[in-house]
């Protein structure tokens, strides 16, 4: 017997045709279209309705964060050596806003608050202020000190400028 006659014959691979594999890469495209669609028509929808602070006349006069009583001093320049690494150095330059009214010196005050913000950017390391959520945890740190320094007075601490050399 030959080899031949022992195997069995196998049958031919089955080969998809190029229409079935079109139909479904269509059919795909089109629900990731009609999903789209819908996506953009409900946050179109959503940022069409104007927000309701800013709906109408008055509210011109809520859409400013502090009265005109307010005053804008800026800090001298705060220039520390980190604590980590040793040979990295940190400028900040900052605002303090706060009520002409309730504060009676605020020469005084901002030099203090530069003293206090001097001693606390001595204590950080490099990592600390890294990044984008290192910078807002910063900032958040220096308003809270800001507040406590003044007693409650300086309604918020602007960093302008923060330079790490």
């Not at 006349?57 to 859409?63: E, I, L």
Request: charged share 20%; hydrophobic share 45%; glycine share 8%.
């Amino acid at each position: 017997m030959s080899d031949e006659e022992e195997r069995p014959a196998m049958p031919a691979p089955a080969v998809q045709p190029p229409l079935v594999w079109a139909a479904v890469l269509a059919g795909l495209t089109l629900g990731a279209a009609a999903a789209g669609t819908c996506l953009g028509l409900l946050l179109g929808a959503a940022s069409a309705k104007p927000p309701p602070a800013a709906a109408g006349p008055a509210g011109k006069a809520s859409d400013m964060k502090y009265g005109n009583e307010t005053f804008v001093r800026e800090l001298p320049p705060i220039i520390a050596n980190l604590a980590e690494p040793s040979d990295s150095w940190v400028r900040v330059q900052a605002s303090i806003v706060f009520d002409m009214k309730a504060v009676p010196k605020p020469d005084l005050l901002a030099a203090e608050i530069a003293e206090d913000l001097l001693g606390f950017m001595r204590t950080l390391s490099l990592a600390q202020i890294g990044g984008a959520s290192g910078l807002q945890h910063l900032r958040e740190d220096l308003n809270e000190r800001a507040s406590t320094r003044s007693g409650g007075l300086v309604r918020e601490l602007i960093v302008q400028t923060l330079v790490v050399q």
